[in-house]
Every structure is written in structure tokens, then in C-alpha cells.
């Protein structure tokens, strides 16, 4: 009998084949046969195959049409001939010791399986390098054979689904029934997570024997980008088998595991934002759902970073679906049109599932001192009894007007509000708020007395508890301007002395609008965002010619729980601030003039925008995945990468600051060492002068010497020619004779001298 079958599936392999082959038919090990399965190859690689078939007999080649390589593995195992099974990649190889190695060690063991490590080789740099994950030592058990009924063994966290690191007996494989998926990628997990948990006897060989290329774009890997969601498929058949063998439970958590990185691989791999969200669709499928994957906590997981990153995906394509819905056009239902004609104010109220409040702030509207106004109510698709109660109201004042839509988000329905009013003046009203009831009738008077395009006013706010009162304690006088602003002037003028004393508020609610000022500048408000103040309050003020300000309070801002302000802050209201800078940012073309009140405006947003963020619940930070992808690349710089960006401008900062202090210490040794240069050079330079005297000196004395010299040459002459006188004239006779008279003389002389 066989002992080995090796069973190679190949598509379009032409490049690296003949390695494979020849690594193959290289082993110490030589009782095998080696089965190819061509998966319908447009290349060379039949001929490949052939020509080595003639080569040496252990070489079997069968040929099917393109099916994958789960299909082509199942038709090789078909005709196995051998005691244990092998599946190897043909762009793939091997140590020459590969077979010997783990066929020695199964058949000491009688194991089922024999687990065995490997190595990547990149294709392009031709370097190998350690790959540990497809055989963790520190998890094998020190128990040998071991199995899924280990003490404190995870049979998944191991090794990896791949095939190719495993040596399968067959018998067992034939009995169990197990076999390989006809996926495009991924048939490989159903096969070796079930042979994993149902195998007895299970062992290791700890040696890195197969070298796993990298970086080939034909590879079976390299075709995820096409298929993106086999592996699902995959996992889930997993889910589904051990459940059928009665044994998931005993696996349960290692299964998890294996899944949670699973998905994140495949998530990671997959970078187009289509095909993640096609992912994320199918993980969001019942029979994926039942897996129970997502329920669990991060830290139940031994990666709770790859949990991380799947949610965060998941709550990306939510989040992608959800912004997308509020952007779809709506049909609105008229359930009531007021009899009101002509009306000075159109007071909006979108309403939401506020039947709480919206008697209190409809009794404040209808019971306004200002008679002749419509009250337009928009239900956007509330599932509580606000409908009804707008209903009851409607019967009671032929002054509001009721419009329903499916729900859209707060910006549709003013929209849609703005569209139905026929008033002079509009004014934005929440559902849950309160407005003093002499407000419209001041508003009206002032607006139409000095023809303002906008009326801002004050407000104040009130607590459903105190405790609430206590953690919102910024809101008590957020409304409350202390400024004077009380006369006419532009909205770029306003907006800058607000800017100035930190008064600038968005909140709609402070505003009283020109319905003709409105129309003329096309305003409206942006969809699908949270926050939508910020950029209609800004596009509203800045190409306004007239506007004022009155500091009567006559706005109530109820802070409750469970409103959108005080709401815990998710992803949503982080875009809403984005596409706030966004908008100001485009604004900032059109008022060159404005400039640097504009550049106030954008940082205060996307400082508000980084600090949320910054506090986002890890698996909300991933939501930005799903935004267009030039408004991606500005958030990921402006507000996800900021502080990276901030740390290493600070980093280049203290080093700019190191140079520099080295610059300065360097330059202070610099001017000593040239203070102490030109001292040195005065004194060189007095030196020289001192050596130039000296010079002069020692020449002076030197001609003096010559000239004493020549006195000396010429006194020595004269002494000569004197001498020779002397002895001249001592030879003479006179000389002779006068010393002879004068000799008693001289005696005499000397006698007396004694």
C-alpha cells in the first residue's frame, strides 16, 4: 500500500509548478504518489504536468473544467491510494525531508492528524521569513497524541484551516465523511475545523517544512477580491456541523475564536469599501447571526482588537445605511391643511416621538399673542401617539397644518415644513421645547419695523432633574447672550462680534427668518446629518444685509435624557460636525473678507468634531470607512489622524527645539572660539609687530656692530701703524740717547715716589 498520496490541485501554475514538482520528486521520503488535478488551467500548466507525469510514475494527472480547488482536492482524494493524505498548493515547496519527517511521526503516533509549521517566501524580494501562526508551539499540549478532549487545549487556536501544514489519515477522513467545499476560496476551513474537532489523535512535527509563497496575485488567496464571502459560507457550514456531531459545545470557544479572526482577515484583505459591506450585509444574515459571534464582549476573545475591528465595520455599514435612508426622497402625507391664508409667521415643528412634551410646547405655539400664524406640524414617522395628539390639536385650531412622512431625520422634515408655509416670517420650533407666548407677536413687530432678513433672540433652558441639571451644568446659561448686539448690522458683522465675546449660538430655535430672505438664498437644511444647525445657522448669517438682535429670553430649551443634544454622542453627530467644517470650509471662498472670523468658525468645529472622536466607543471609530472616499481621506486627516499628526508635529517640535538649543550652544562656542580666534590674532599680530621691531632692533644693532667693527679694523690698523712707530722710533738713536740723559731722572723720581 501507498503511504503517502499528495494531492495537488492546479490553475494556471505555469510559473512556479516545475519548483513544486521537483521539490516533490527531491524527497527522502519516496513511497508516495504525487495527484494533480488541473482546474481547467489556460495556460501551460497541462503540459507541465504531462511532461513530469512521463518523467516518474508516482505522477497521476486528472483534468476537470474549472471548479475550484475544493473540487479538484475532493476528485483527488477519490483516487487516493495512500494511508495518509497531503493537500499541497502547486505554487508552493518543501523541504526535501517534508514526507519522511511527518509520515515517521503519524505512524509512531497512530494519529489522525500530524500538525507541522511553515515559512513564507515572498515571490518578490526572494526572502523567507518566520510564519509562527500556522503552527503555535506554545498552545500544543504537552499530552501527545492529543485531541478536542485536552485539558486546557484549544484544537483551533493551534494552527491555522489551511490544509497544507496537515497530514491526514485517511481511513479517518473516509469515515468521518469530511471533505472539501466547491467555494472559490475559503473550502478549505469546512474541512480541516471539522477533521480538527473530530480527530482522536492528533500530533506534531515542530519544524517549518513547506514554504508558502507570498504576493502571487493567481493564487487561491489572491481571489478573494471576487468572491469576498465565501468564508461565511464557510464558518457557518463549521457552525452547523459541529452542532450536528454534538460536540460544539466542547469547542465552542476556540470556534468563536477561529471565526472572530477569520472574519477580521478576511475584512483586512478586502479594502475595497463595497465588497466590506457586502460582507457585513451577509454577517448581519440569520445563519450567520446565529452563530452568536457578535453578542459577545471584546474581551471574551484572545484578540479583542480583531472584535474591535469587525464591529467597527459592522457599525460602519449601520451607520452607511442608516445616513443613506435619510437621504432617499419621501412622499409626504397632507393629514390636515390649516384655513389660515396669508399668515405673518409659519411656525415649523418637526416632531418625533415626543408625546411627553408636544402638548406642552403646541399649548405655548397655539396660545401665542400673535394670532395670524399657521402651525405646521411634521411627523416624521413617530412610533409613539404624537400623531394622534397633532390630530387632536388639528380638530381644535384650523391654524395647523399636519404633514407626515416616513422618517427621515429632523432636517427632511423641516424641509418639508419650509416647502407647505406661506408665512412672512418662518421660525423652527422643537417638539419638546417651550416659547414664551409674547415672542412671535416682539419678533414680528421688530422684524417688519426694520425689514431684517434674520431676528436672533435668547433663551434659557430648564432641567428634567436635577441630577441631569448637575451633569449638563454648561447648559444653564448657554442661551443667555450678555453682549449688545441691539442694532442693525450685517450677518458677517454679527457674526464676528458674537465670535469675539464667544456668543456665537446655531441653534435654530434663536432665529426668526424673512420667508423671502429664506427663498432668495436657497437655504435649507443639509439631510441625513445630525447637527444640521451648524451649517444652515452659518449659511443663513453670512450673505445677510440686515439683521439684529434682541435679548429677551423667550426660548426654553428643555435638556432631557434621550433628546439628539444629550444623547451620548455616536458617529452620527461626529459627521454632523465634519460636514459642519465641511460647509464652512466651501463658504470660505465665497467672503474672502471674512476670512478670519471663517477660520474661528472651522477650528471650533473640528476641534469639537477631534474631541468627540477621541471619545467614541472603539467600535464606533471605524464608522468613517462608509463615507465617500474624498471626504474619507478629510476626516481620516483632520479629525481620526489628528492627534498622530499632532504627536509627531510635537515630536518634530521638541527635536526642532533640541536642534536649535544645539544650534544656539554650538553657535555660542562658535563666537567664543572666534572671540578667542581674534584675540589670538591681535596678539599674533602684536607679536609680529613686536618681532618686526625687534627686527628692526637687531638690524640696527647688527649695523652698528658692522660699523664698530670697521672703527675696530681701523683703530687696530692705527694701533698697528702706531706700534710699528713706536718700535720705529725706540729703535732710533734719539730715542736711545734721550733715554740715557733722562735714566738719573727718572731714578731719582721713582726714589721719591718711594
Not at 131 to 143: H, I, M
Not at 497 to 523: D, G, P, V
Not at 714 to 729: Q, Y
Request: proline fraction near 2%; include cysteine; glycine fraction near 6%.
Amino acid at each position: 500500500m501507498i503511504k503517502v498520496s499528495v494531492i495537488i490541485p492546479v490553475y494556471n501554475a505555469e510559473k512556479y509548478l516545475e519548483e513544486c514538482l521537483d521539490s516533490l520528486l527531491r524527497q527522502t521520503f519516496t513511497d508516495m504518489e504525487i495527484i494533480c488535478v488541473d482546474d481547467g488551467s489556460t495556460d501551460s500548466s497541462a503540459e507541465i504536468l504531462k511532461r513530469f507525469q512521463e518523467k516518474d510514475r508516482r505522477i497521476r494527472v486528472l483534468f476537470q473544467e474549472n471548479q475550484y480547488a475544493g473540487i479538484a482536492r475532493n476528485n483527488g482524494m477519490k483516487i487516493a491510494q495512500g494511508e495518509y493524505l497531503l493537500f499541497l498548493d502547486a505554487d508552493d515547496f518543501f523541504e526535501d525531508t517534508l514526507l519522511e519527517k511527518i509520515y515517521s511521526q503519524g505512524k509512531k503516533m497512530g494519529a489522525d492528524i500530524v500538525l507541522f509549521g511553515a515559512k513564507q517566501y515572498n515571490r518578490k524580494t526572494g526572502c523567507v521569513s518566520p510564519a509562527s501562526w500556522y503552527l503555535k508551539k506554545d498552545a500544543v499540549p504537552e499530552e501527545n497524541p492529543f485531541s478536542r478532549k485536552t485539558q486546557d487545549t484549544d484544537i483551533f487556536a493551534i494552527t491555522t484551516p489551511a490544509p497544507w501544514t496537515k497530514l491526514f489519515r485517511k481511513e479517518f477522513i473516509d469515515s468521518e465523511g469530511i471533505f472539501f467545499q466547491g467555494l472559490q476560496n475559503s473550502n478549505d476551513v469546512y474541512f480541516t475545523l471539522t477533521a480538527l474537532a473530530a480527530a482522536e489523535k492528533i500530533t506534531c512535527v515542530e519544524e517549518d517544512l513547506v514554504f508558502y509563497r507570498v504576493g502571487v496575485e493567481e493564487s487561491l488567496q489572491g481571489s478573494k477580491k471576487f468572491s469576498p464571502v465565501c468564508f461565511l459560507e464557510a464558518y457557518c457550514a463549521v457552525y452547523e456541523e459541529l452542532n450536528r456531531r454534538g460536540i460544539y459545545g466542547e469547542v465552542e470557544e476556540g470556534f468563536l475564536n477561529v471565526l472572530l479572526s477569520g472574519c477580521a482577515h478576511n475584512l483586512r484583505t478586502v479594502t475595497e469599501w463595497d465588497a466590506r459591506r457586502y460582507i457585513c450585509q451577509c454577517m448581519n444574515k440569520p445563519e450567520f447571526m446565529k452563530t452568536g459571534l457578535m453578542e459577545r464582549k471584546a474581551e471574551y476573545f484572545r484578540k479583542p482588537e480583531d472584535f474591535i475591528f469587525v464591529k467597527g465595520l459592522l457599525n460602519a455599514a449601520d451607520w452607511e445605511k442608516h445616513h443613506r435612508k435619510n437621504l432617499l426622497p419621501t412622499e409626504v402625507e397632507t393629514v390636515q391643511k390649516a384655513e389660515s391664508e396669508n399668515p405673518k409667521v409659519s411656525v415649523i415643528i418637526p416632531v418625533y416621538n415626543v408625546e411627553k412634551y408636544i402638548r406642552e410646547c403646541l399649548d405655548s405655539i397655539v396660545g401665542q399673542t400673535l394670532k395670524d400664524i399657521e402651525i405646521i406640524c411634521v411627523n416624521d414617522g413617530s412610533t409613539d401617539s404624537s400623531l394622534e395628539i397633532l390630530k387632536e390639536y388639528g380638530e381644535r385650531d384650523k391654524r395647523i397644518t399636519i404633514i407626515s412622512q416616513e422618517n427621515r431625520g429632523i432636517s427632511s422634515a423641516r424641509n418639508h415644513g419650509a416647502e407647505k408655509a406661506s408665512g412672512e416670517y418662518f421660525y423652527f420650533m422643537d417638539g419638546d421645547d417651550i416659547l414664551e407666548k409674547e415672542a412671535l407677536f416682539k419678533l414680528y413687530s421688530l422684524a417688519s419695523e426694520k425689514a431684517l432678513d434674520v431676528v436672533y433672540f435668547d433663551g434659557e433652558s430648564f432641567f428634567e432633574t436635577e441630577e441631569l441639571r448637575e451633569e449638563k451644568k454648561n447648559y444653564i446659561a448657554y442661551y443667555a447672550r450678555t453682549g449688545d448686539y441691539s442694532r442693525v448690522m450685517t450677518g458677517a458683522e454679527m457674526l464676528h462680534e458674537m465670535l469675539l465675546m464667544n456668543e456665537y449660538r446655531s441653534s435654530l430655535c434663536l432665529q426668526f427668518i424673512n420667508a423671502s430672505y429664506y427663498k432668495k438664498e436657497k437655504l435649507s437644511f443639509a439631510e441625513g446629518i445630525i447637527g444640521e444647525d451648524n451649517i444652515f445657522t452659518f449659511q443663513c448669517i453670512m450673505p445677510a444685509s440686515r439683521v439684529y438682535h434682541m435679548k429677551d429670553r423667550f426660548f426654553h430649551r428643555r435638556v432631557r435624557g434621550n433628546s439628539v443634544i444629550t444623547s451620548s454622542w455616536k458617529f452620527e453627530q461626529i459627521y454632523g460636525m465634519f460636514e459642519g467644517y465641511l460647509s464652512v470650509e466651501e463658504r470660505f471662498r465665497e467672503f474672502p473678507s471674512g476670512r478670519e472670523d471663517i477660520s474661528v468658525l472651522m477650528e471650533q468645529r473640528l476641534r469639537m468634531a477631534r474631541k468627540l472622536y477621541h471619545n467614541l466607543e472603539p467600535e464606533y471609530k471605524l464608522c468613517y470607512e462608509a463615507m465617500e472616499p474624498e471626504k474619507k481621506i478629510y476626516f481620516t486627516m483632520l479629525v481620526k489622524d489628528y492627534e498622530q499628526v499632532c504627536k509627531k508635529e510635537q515630536d518634530l517640535m521638541v527635536k526642532y527645539k533640541q536642534v536649535c538649543r544645539d544650534k544656539t550652544e554650538r553657535g555660542e562656542e562658535i563666537h567664543t572660539l572666534r572671540r578667542e580666534k581674534q584675540e589670538r590674532g591681535i596678539e599674533i599680530r602684536t607679536l609680529r609687530r613686536e618681532k618686526q621691531e625687534r627686527g628692526l632692533e637687531i638690524r640696527r644693532q647688527a649695523q652698528e656692530i658692522k660699523e664698530l667693527e670697521k672703527q675696530k679694523k681701523s683703530l687696530e690698523k692705527e694701533k698697528a701703524g702706531l706700534e710699528r712707530t713706536v718700535t720705529s722710533i725706540r729703535a732710533s738713536f734719539s730715542y736711545r740717547l734721550g733715554r740715557a740723559l733722562t735714566k738719573p731722572f727718572r731714578w731719582i723720581k721713582s726714589r721719591l715716589k718711594a
